[in-house]
């Protein structure tokens, strides 16, 4: 089925510092890919849209100067926190359409970023 | 606006019985998609199962099932022969059109399979 690779699973970083996650598609092209956010126990809440080869669209409430988003390939979209802070600390989801296939929507395995 | 609502937060159940998981949601839209998802304690989202709006017939996978009601916008969950791999939080989600459109989920309710 469809694989979607989230990296890294687990960072801690230094409050200030910017970290940089990882979505790729392994199987399938995806010309739009999602960035959830998940708080402990809570949904996952939609952050932004992004769209390869251009900018990507945010969820009002989401800046788009902190969560810095880049679909520069059919296979690969990234998410870069920006001066990071302890209250970015979360659990971050990102999942991509393969239109090919019946599932719909496949999820990367997440990413917990921890700030310290 | 869509909407998507599960009114039950938490809900456990011996192992090998079944389970019923309500989900209900609010759409103008007649054509529409509706998905159960499960994450486990690694998080990881995985497709339960998936009901075209356009389809009468309720979806089903090996133990899980879905009783989609149209008019009543209700779209539950049942699973049959529960196991100990069932503990999870189960999220119900809509989508209207596939393409660029996102997904809307419910708050969730979280599963416990009691050995």
């Known amino acids: 089925g469809a694989v979607v690779s989230q990296h890294p699973s687990r960072v801690i970083c230094k409050s200030g510092t910017s970290v940089k996650i990882e979505c790729r598609s392994l199987d399938f092209q995806a010309t739009t890919m999602f960035w959830y956010r998940q708080f402990p126990k809570q949904s996952l809440m939609l952050m932004a849209t992004?769209?390869?080869?251009?900018?990507?669209?945010?969820e009002q409430g989401v800046e788009k100067d902190k969560f810095l988003i880049n679909h520069a390939s059919l296979t690969l979209s990234t998410l870069t926190v920006t001066s990071a802070h302890p209250e970015d600390s979360s659990f971050y989801i990102c999942?991509?359409?393969?239109?090919?296939?019946?599932?719909?929507?496949?999820f990367g395995s997440g990413t917990r970023l921890t700030v310290v | 606006a869509q909407t998507v609502t599960q009114s039950q937060p938490e809900m456990s159940v011996q192992e090998a019985e079944t389970v019923t998981l309500s989900c209900t949601y609010d759409?103008?839209?007649?054509?529409?998609?509706l998905f159960w998802y499960k994450q486990p304690p690694s998080r990881q989202m995985i497709l339960v199962i998936r009901?075209?709006?356009?389809?009468?017939q309720n979806a089903t996978e090996n133990r899980f099932s879905v009783n989609f009601q149209k008019a009543a916008k209700s779209f539950s969950l049942k699973i049959s022969d529960s196991q100990l791999g069932d503990t999870a939080m189960y999220f119900c989600a809509f989508i209207v059109n596939f393409g660029n459109e996102k997904l809307t989920f419910g708050t969730g309710t979280r599963l416990t399979i009691i050995p």
């Open positions: 992004s769209n390869e080869g251009s900018k990507a669209t945010y």
């Open positions: 759409t103008s839209e007649s054509n529409y998609y």
């Open positions: 009901q075209e709006a356009y389809k009468q």
């Open positions: 999942s991509a359409r393969d239109g090919g296939r019946r599932n719909g929507y496949t």
